[in-house]
Structure formats: C-alpha cells, structure tokens
C-alpha cells in the first residue's frame, strides 16, 4: 500500500476530534441534536485550520445511516465513502477553477434533483471569494431557498471578497488560528501513535513555524521525519527550518544586561560566519523578550514556556520597560532588516540600538579624558648680558657706560611651580526624611527619577518612619506601580539623597491626598479655575452669553501658549 501523508492519515473524521474550534463544533451538534439545520454555513479562516474538515463531518452527520446526529458512526456506506471521497451526494466544488456564471448554472440545475443515496446532496464549494460577480448573483435566489434536500457549506479564506446578499444568506463561523501549544500536543499525539521519536523542542519548533495551520505542522512534520530518518530532533529541525539556535537569543540578551557590547558584535560576528538567516534570529529574540515580558508580569504563566528556568532569571534580571523597549527595537529592526544594505549589518545595527538606548545608558559616568599637555610658547627673547632696560622717561640717559660688574654671582634656579591639586568634587548635600506628609511633596519633586519609578514616587504619601523602616501610603488606583522594580528604584533614590540605609513598605488602600500628584492635581484644579473665572470675565465673553443665551463648557477653556 502506497504511504499516505499524516494530513489525510490523520484527518478527523467525528467532531470530537476537532482541534481548536470548540465554537463552531459546539453550535453544529446543537443544531444537528435539536433538529435545527441551516441550509447555508459559510466558514471562514486560514489555510488549514479544518474548514474542509467540518464540511465533510457534517455531511457525515447530515447521511449517516443512523439518522441525522452529531456523532456518525463512520461504518456504514455513507460515513465510509465520504472519508474516501467517493460520496456522490457530497460535491466538493474549487471555485478557483470553477468561477463563470455557466459553472454555477449547472451546479444551480443538478440541485433540483433528489440525492442519489444518501439523505441531502451537501455541496461544498471551497475558496468561494474567487466566483465572479455574476455567478454569486446566479445563486442568490438558490442560495435563499434551496431545496429541502439541498445543504451548502462555502468555505474562504478571504470574506471580506464575498458580497454581503451572500453573507447574509448564510450562518458564518470564523474558525480560528490553532495555538503552537494545540498544535504541539496533537503533534505528539500522532507521533506516539505512529511510534516514532522526538524532542519537545523540535515538536515545539514546528508548531510555531505552522503559524496557526495544523495542516502545514503536519507537513512540516512528514518533511522533519524524513530529513530525520525516522526521527524528529531539535537540530534537524533547526536546520531544516533554517531557525537560529535559541542559545544566541539568550546569549545576546544577557550581554545587553552587562553592557557588553563586544559580547553583542562577537554574537553577530559568529552568526555570520555560521551563515544564520537573522530575519529568524529577530524573531526568535523578539519571542524570547516577549516571553521575558508575560513572566513578569504574571509569573505563574511562565511554567509553561519549555525555558521556563531561564526565561524567570532573566525576568528578574531586567526592569519592565527596559523589556518593553527592547521588543520594540528588535521588531522594528526586524521591519527595517530589508532596508539594510546588508543583513549583518542591519542585525548588529538592531544590537547597538538595543545598547546604546537601554535605560540605564544614561546613568553611566563618562570616563574622564586623559590631560592633555599645554601647547608649548616660544621662548622669549632676553636681553644680552650686562643691558638693563631704557631708563624711565625724564632721566637723563649717562653718556658713560655704566661699569661692568666684577663677577656674576651664581643665580640660584627658581623652583617650578608644580601644578595645584585638582580640586576634590562637591559633595553631595544630604537631605533628612521629611517627618511631616506636609513636607513629603516637595522632598519628593527633587528625587532623579524617570519613568515609572517617578509615577511611583509621586503617588506615595509618607505614613510614618520607624528606626529605617519607612511606610508610604498608596492609592489602590495605583497599587500596581509598586513593582520590585520601582520600589528598588525609588529606594536607591531615596538613599542616595538621605545617606541611610531604607527598607520600603507600603500602604495600599485610601487615597493619598498628600502626595505630590495630588498637589499637582489640585494645583491645575485652581489653575484651571482661575482661567475660567478670568475669561467669564471677559466683556465680549459676558456679551455672547447674554445675546445667544449660552453656556460654557468648563473643560473646553484652554490656556493658550
């Protein structure tokens, strides 16, 4: 027997074998239990996601010898040769080649007929947007009120190119693309079925290369299994889909931590050499920064990832937005890679983004330049020895040369003045805690923060400071900005400002009124009353509200720049 591909092997044939699309599986059996058919289904979704599927399990449904239900027992001749394709009452119909108006004529004159054996004639007319104009306008009336023994299944993977007199005939079921973790699971489920070995992480691999279609996972899979011989493992796989070792990714991100930006070149000069296509590189590097991002911020739903280990430690590693804003670089270093006049360079170009503007990149002190040394002045020239200068004005000059002295004494070398010692650097003025929440606000306003650490600072309140124990209060509004991160943050701004060591505790529940965002509020809040207060004052403003008896909308007063 000739070796049948696994995407027809395993094929399901009841609906309990379904994948992914409990929706539409869920509202065919409660139709079909309950009695309650439509004439007309159109499906609508991706390449592979089982619309030709559903149509041939509901016309298993529809002509099953035991009678309309949602279970066929795929036994008896009917169930049999729709699996076969031999079913002479299903039409499975391409409109890609079938797109005239004297196709659909014909398909329109043979419906009138009763089935030949089974008890509904079921066409199913797949890629249904590519029909001419005037071959959907042909059916409309058909499609309207069919026969009794007449079901249509239209199946597409583009709707938005079928007329909406269509649309509206038919129930539309949008099936949905499959996650890589369904898709991995079945995967393993065939392979354990067929006896055949494999990692996880080739399954996990090819799952996410099908990109939603359980069809292509299971040709991807048969094309795995052949390069293997026999086997699925991580490298063939790798090699096959020309993907970038994970182990790159991770490489990468940890040199970002240290700043290491020889590390980074290294990491892309190998790549190179190794011929790495860096289009996937990206795009394994922008999911591991996203999977970085979901462990952060809901740390139980990393235990799914297959690097779970990994994945924590680098999410304690890295503050949120840091994440955050390396995704955005390495997705629009990804769009940008084909504007690069070559590959290499625009991948390190992505790398020295990442680098050069990390957050913390600032915060570095710049090393100080090496002194360099005063341009040398021409020497003077001196006066012979023995000459003096002119004498001052109004003396009489002597027409005798003065004597020459007997003997020079030794001059003694006059010490070089040594440079001065560079003076030591200002220090840093401390600051007490305020003790008083009065005095929280401003202490607050002069703390170097950014970001979301300053959001933080500026929501807090001082409640009260035990030994080094200091508790603010925060508004349950704002409870999820007392991140590690930030706290951390606001903690070493705090410390470096006072010169003692803090612990941070927080106070999650009333409203902090005495918090420099409150202050800020309440001053806009006065600001912007004064503003309406002045322009109601206004005579031309007074005059229209009178003539046109008008109102003022109060958050329509702008100050003007």
């Not at 027809?8 to 599986?25: D, T, Y």
């Not at 609508?44 to 509901?58: D, N, S």
């Not at 040199?255 to 011929?275: I, P, W, Y």
């Amino acid at each position: 027997m000739s070796y049948q591909v696994l995407a027809r092997k395993w094929r399901p044939r009841v609906f309990a074998e379904l994948s992914g699309q409990e929706h539409v599986v869920q509202a065919l059996t409660h139709a079909l239990e309950r009695g309650r058919m439509h004439h007309a289904y159109l499906l609508t979704g991706t390449r592979g996601v089982g619309k030709t599927t559903i149509a041939r399990i509901l016309a298993k449904s529809l002509n099953c010898a035991t009678g309309v239900t949602a279970t066929p027992c795929g036994a008896c001749p009917a169930c049999v040769d729709i699996d076969a394709g031999r079913f002479v009452d299903l039409l499975e119909l391409d409109a890609a080649s079938n797109t005239g108006i004297d196709n659909m004529r014909e398909i329109l004159d043979n419906a009138r007929y009763a089935p030949t054996t089974g008890r509904y004639k079921v066409y199913l007319i797949d890629e249904v947007h590519m029909l001419s104009k005037a071959a959907f306008n042909s059916m409309l009336k058909t499609l309207e009120e069919p026969p009794e023994h007449v079901k249509f299944v239209l199946a597409t993977t583009d709707p938005q190119k079928i007329p909406i007199t269509v649309l509206s005939r038919c129930l539309q079921f949008n099936l949905k693309q499959l996650p890589p973790a369904l898709i991995g699971e079945r995967l393993r489920f065939i392979l354990n079925a067929e006896g055949i070995a494999a990692d996880a992480s080739a399954l996990a691999l090819i799952a996410r290369g099908a990109h939603g279609s359980m069809r292509d996972a299971l040709s991807l899979l048969d094309q795995a299994i052949a390069y293997g011989a026999g086997e699925v493992r991580d490298a063939v796989v790798r090699s096959m889909l020309g993907t970038v070792d994970t182990d790159y990714a991770y490489r990468i991100v940890e040199a970002l931590q240290t700043g290491d930006g020889a590390a980074l070149l290294a990491e892309c000069d190998a790549m190179t050499e190794r011929s790495v296509a860096f289009a996937p590189a990206l795009d394994e590097l922008a999911s591991l920064l996203h999977r970085i991002a979901v462990a952060q911020v809901v740390p139980a739903a990393a235990t799914a990832f297959d690097d779970a280990a990994r994945v924590t430690d680098l999410a304690g590693q890295m503050a949120a937005d840091e994440v955050q804003l390396a995704y955005q670089i390495v997705v629009q270093g990804r769009a940008d890679l084909a504007l690069a006049p070559d590959e290499a360079m625009g991948f390190s170009m992505t790398l020295l983004r990442l680098l050069a503007f990390r957050p913390d990149a600032g915060d570095e002190s710049v090393p100080p330049r090496e002194p360099t040394a005063a341009p040398k002045r021409p020497p003077r020239a001196t006066a012979p020895a023995g000459t003096r200068a002119a004498a001052a004005p109004g003396a009489a000059a002597s027409a005798v040369p003065p004597p020459m002295p007997a003997a020079a004494a030794p001059v003694a070398p006059r010490p070089v003045p040594q440079p001065a010692a560079p003076a030591a650097a200002p220090q840093r003025e401390l600051r007490p805690l305020p003790l008083e929440s009065a005095d929280w606000p401003a202490f607050v306003a002069d703390l170097k923060l950014t970001a979301i650490a300053a959001q933080l600072a500026a929501q807090t309140e001082f409640r009260s400071l035990a030994g080094n124990v200091l508790t603010l209060a925060l508004p349950p509004t704002h409870k999820h900005l007392a991140d590690r991160v930030y706290a951390d943050k606001l903690k070493q701004a705090l410390e470096e400002t006072t010169g003692r060591k803090l612990l941070l505790a927080f106070e999650v529940g009333t409203a902090a009124e005495a918090s420099l965002a409150a202050r800020e509020r309440r001053e806009r809040e006065e600001e912007r009353a004064r503003n309406e207060t002045a322009f109601r004052a206004e005579p031309f403003v007074r005059d229209v509200l009178e003539r046109f008896d008008a109102t003022i909308r109060p958050d329509s007063i702008k100050p003007v720049s």
